[in-house]
């Protein structure tokens, strides 16, 4: 089980983007793809056969996911995530800071 699956809310902890909070949108590996985080200029030939005009893209890189932590909405802050076995067998994902269920 990942800790950290798309749609969460995540706070960047490290890099250029550090304190900016987004929905992961992707999970590559142990790369998350987070929106509006870690957006580059990115210079773009045109392509006729595709139809892609040509000119400066603005596009949003991957980021480790190392660099990102789960938001807690309860406490307001980034908080770390563990995983947790119900009594029925099911594994839940929960905050180390207050146990409380990630999903809930």
């Given at each position: 089980m990942r800790k950290i699956k798309k749609n969460d809310d995540v706070i960047v902890i490290a890099?250029?983007?550090k304190?900016?909070?987004g929905s992961v949108l992707?999970?590559?590996g142990d790369y998350l793809l987070v929106a509006g985080i870690n957006k580059v200029k990115k210079h773009q030939?045109?392509?006729p056969?595709?139809?892609l005009t040509g000119g400066i893209v603005e596009k949003e890189l991957p980021l480790h996911i190392s660099n990102v932590a789960v938001f807690n909405a309860a406490s307001k802050k980034?908080?770390?995530v563990g995983i947790k076995t119900l009594e029925d067998g099911r594994k839940v994902r929960v905050f180390k800071s207050s146990g409380e269920q990630?999903?809930?």
């Open positions: 890099g250029k983007d304190g900016s909070r992707q999970v590559m030939k045109p392509n056969v595709k139809g980034a908080d770390r990630v999903d809930a």
